[in-house]
């Protein structure tokens, strides 16, 4: 399975991005979430979808961050407004069920202040 992620880049505090991945085989029935990392840190989870659609964010991101998925183009979508520097990370798409777990590449996300 891959996992491609896309959508990543430059921005200043205050904009918005929204990141994209779409997956090689059908996400019905797994779990999907957006990771980020920082050089030094643990990747930490940012936000995660069910395969009925119940959402979870880290507090840092409530209210900020939406993430959503579309079983017919097989993705998941995280839309990220006020963006902050703190926002600043690779962002990494994560697809999972049971023992099953897959990641994209990475997407590099840069707010400037």
């Known amino acids: 399975v891959q996992l491609q992620a896309s959508g990543g880049g430059l921005v200043q505090a205050g904009e918005s991005l929204k990141l994209s991945c779409t997956a090689s085989?059908?996400?019905?029935?797994?779990?999907m979430a957006w990771y980020r990392q920082v050089p030094g840190q643990q990747r930490q989870m940012v936000a995660s979808?069910?395969?009925?659609?119940?959402?979870n964010y880290v507090d840092s991101v409530k209210g900020r961050f939406t993430i959503s998925r579309d079983n017919a183009r097989d993705s998941v979508y995280l839309e990220m407004n006020n963006l902050k520097p703190e926002d600043t990370a690779v962002y990494y798409c994560?697809?999972?069920?049971?023992?099953?777990?897959?990641w994209g590449q990475g997407t590099q996300v840069t707010v400037s202040s």
């Open positions: 979808i069910s395969p009925g659609g119940h959402v």
């Open positions: 085989r059908g996400t019905i029935p797994f779990f």
């Open positions: 994560n697809m999972g069920r049971g023992s099953m777990m897959y």
